[in-house]
């Protein structure tokens, strides 16, 4: 299975960066074994889907509405996203949950529309440091999953992404030890529940530094991107971590 490297902008990059950086990188990348998908914020997306139109790199929202038109002020469409020529959704970012307060039962929706519409989701799960703490670690993963994957088809692509919160944006990175310790549980619990083949991300202040020593870890098939993935090379760098 060729390796995952999606980026995660978050709210950064202009639409006229998005043009500049991602022109670069189509150029800069043809060598890279990896699959590339870049999650650009909502407004620079039509940008990213031009440049991007026959290229070899990917591209997502990082967030869509459960209702694809309607009264939704301020809310975006995945069928139009999908319409502007998207492959991927993000559903369930920690972000998502701690500020806008979004539940496993939203994703649950969420992850439904974007399959339905032919987008594969990206749901993110993952622990806090507290929960952590309190050796909650698989209880939480479990629920998440349980509930954020209950309408989910297991005929459709979909990949997960875990994402201790405590590593978000922080810049401590989980432990080779237990990214193999909690891909492997996760792993063993999407085997239960009929999902075995699907793609497992770690997240959380991956950087080229660390990429090389948390790629190879079993059930670990790419990463989820979020800081280092703004800066074109550090991107690139993680993304050659994978070697055929
Ligand atoms: P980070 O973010 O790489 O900056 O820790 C990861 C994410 O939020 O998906």
């Keep these: ?14 639409p006229k960066e998005t043009r500049t950086f991602l022109s670069e990188l189509n150029e800069k990348s043809k060598d890279v074994q990896g699959e590339m998908i870049v999650f650009p914020s909502t407004i620079s997306l039509e940008a990213a889907a031009d440049v991007l139109k026959s290229s070899h790199i990917s591209w997502g929202a990082q967030n869509c509405y459960s209702q694809t038109e309607g009264a939704y002020t301020g809310e975006n469409s995945a069928a139009v996203v999908r319409e502007l020529g998207a492959k991927y959704l993000l559903v369930g970012h920690s972000e998502r ?10 994703f649950a929706e969420k992850i ?4 339905s519409l032919g987008l594969t989701p990206i749901y993110c799960i993952g ?15 479990q629920k998440q999953l349980q509930i954020g994957l209950w309408k989910a088809d297991l005929n459709k692509p979909l990949i997960v992404a875990y994402e201790p919160v405590w590593a978000i944006g922080t810049g401590k ?6 990214v193999a310790v909690t891909h492997q549980k996760i792993h063993s619990l999407l085997e239960t529940m009929k999902l075995g083949s699907t793609p497992l991300l ?8 660390n990429a090389g020593k948390l ?23 993680i993304c050659r971590a994978a070697v055929s």
């Design 1 to 14: 299975m060729k390796k995952i490297f999606a980026a995660n902008w978050k709210l950064y990059k202009s």
């Design 215 to 237: 790629l190879p870890i079993p059930h670990v098939d790419g990463f989820l991107i979020g800081g280092a993935s703004l800066e074109l090379n550090s991107y690139l760098a």
């Design 112 to 115: 439904a529309l974007a399959q």
């Design 97 to 106: 949950r701690k500020i806008f307060k979004e539940t496993d039962s939203d």
């Design 127 to 141: 622990e806090t440091l507290e929960e952590r703490e309190a050796m909650q670690t698989d209880q939480v993963n």
């Design 173 to 178: 990175v989980a432990t080779p030890e237990q």
């Design 202 to 209: 770690y997240g959380g202040s991956v950087k080229p530094d």
